[in-house]
C-alpha cells in the first residue's frame, strides 16, 4: 500500500462528513495502521524532532509528529478527540484524571508501530518517548490544534502549569538538547 499526505487528509475530510466522524476517521486511521513502514517511506524515516502540519482548518489537523529519543511531553489535554497511529519506534503515553485542581496517574500504554490510540475531549495525557531511537507518529485532531485553551500539568506533581511552553518549542528544546550532547 502506497501512503500519500495529501490522500490520507482528504480521506479524514471525508471521514468527518459522516455522521459518526470521530469513527469514521479512526477507520482512516486504523488503514494506515496496517502498514506503518508505507509512512515511513513516504514522510521520510523519523530523524529530527519537531512537528511537520500536514492540514490546519478548524474543524481539523493532521501533523506528523516526530519525538526526539528520550523526550517526554508534560501532561496536558487537547479539549477534542483524537487520533493517533505510530508508524516508527513508539509512545510511551501516560494518562491521567482530574482530581480537583490536580491530576492523578491512572495508567498507561505503550504504542509500538502500527498501535492506534484514540482520545477522548477531555483525555489528559503525557507521552514519553524511547531513548535509543526517533519515534514518528501521525496526529489526527478533530479541531484546530494551533489554536485551543489546552491545559498543561507538571509531571513532577500534578500540579496546573500555568505558564507552559509552546508545543513548538518543547520539541525545538528536546532537539537542541540532544544534538548538544552529541557534539
Ligand atoms: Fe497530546
Not at 509552546?166 to 544534538?179: D, L, S
Request: charged share 25%; proline share 7%; net charge negative.
Amino acid at each position: 500500500m502506497m501512503f500519500g499526505a495529501d490522500r490520507f487528509v482528504a480521506d479524514c475530510r471525508a471521514a468527518l462528513a459522516e455522521v459518526d466522524g470521530v469513527s469514521a476517521v479512526r477507520e482512516v486511521v486504523d488503514r494506515v495502521a496496517a502498514d506503518p513502514g508505507a509512512v515511513g517511506a513516504a514522510l521520510g524515516e523519523p530523524s529530527y524532532g519537531g512537528i511537520d502540519c500536514l492540514h490546519h482548518a478548524p474543524d481539523l489537523t493532521v501533523l506528523n509528529v516526530v519525538w526526539t529519543p528520550g523526550m517526554t511531553m508534560a501532561p496536558h489535554d487537547h479539549k477534542m478527540s483524537a487520533a493517533l497511529v505510530v508508524y516508527g519506534g513508539r509512545e510511551e503515553n501516560a494518562f491521567f484524571r482530574r482530581a480537583d485542581e490536580r491530576i492523578q496517574a491512572i495508567g498507561g500504554r505503550t504504542l509500538q508501530e502500527g498501535d492506534v490510540l484514540l482520545l477522548g475531549p477531555e483525555a489528559i495525557h503525557s507521552v514519553t518517548s524511547p531513548p535509543d531511537r526517533y519515534t514518528g507518529a501521525i496526529h489526527v485532531y478533530l479541531g484546530d490544534f494551533f489554536d485551543r485553551d489546552r491545559e498543561v500539568w507538571r509531571a513532577d506533581d500534578g500540579e496546573p502549569d500555568a505558564d507552559p511552553p509552546p508545543v513548538e518549542e518543547v520539541f525545538a528544546r528536546a532537539e537542541e538538547a540532544r544534538r548538544a550532547t552529541r557534539g
